[in-house]
């Protein structure tokens, strides 16, 4: 099983940056592809990211790639979520998630990701 715990959220104003991370407990984290997700309240869950277990292959989802970056650092079991250039519009609960383990280094389509964390929320204000 594994566990999985955002942070990195909290207040910015419309313009900044946060890094988000993604730590994990319960299994070999860097064996498994990570995703990052928001959710906006009264909207859907969105994908944002996605990272191979090597790192070598990412995915970003079209709305907002051109702010975003996703990387890993498997000798510390983190994955990270840099956003640039924040709008209100961007203020949600993000989520990271990984998909199960299986041979070759891949992104996982959004439906693969099995494992979630608890959410770390993202204000962002004018």
């Known amino acids: 099983q594994v566990q999985l715990v955002e942070s990195g959220g909290g207040l910015v104003q419309a313009g900044g940056s946060l890094r988000l991370s993604c730590a994990a407990s319960g299994s070999s984290f860097s064996s498994l592809p990570v995703g990052w997700f928001r959710q906006a309240p009264g909207k859907a869950r969105e994908f944002l990211a996605g990272?191979?277990?090597?790192?070598?292959?990412?995915s970003y989802g079209d709305y907002v790639k051109d702010r975003l970056t996703i990387s890993r650092d498997n000798a510390n079991d983190g994955v990270y979520l840099q956003m640039n250039s924040l709008k209100p519009e961007d203020t949600a609960v993000y989520y990271c998630?990984?998909?199960?383990?299986?041979?070759?280094?891949?992104?996982?389509?959004?439906?693969?990701?099995?494992?979630w964390g608890q959410g770390t929320q993202v204000t962002v204000s004018l």
């Open positions: 990272i191979s277990k090597s790192g070598g292959r990412t």
């Open positions: 998630a990984a998909a199960p383990y299986r041979l070759g280094d891949y992104v996982p389509a959004q439906y693969e990701y099995s494992y």
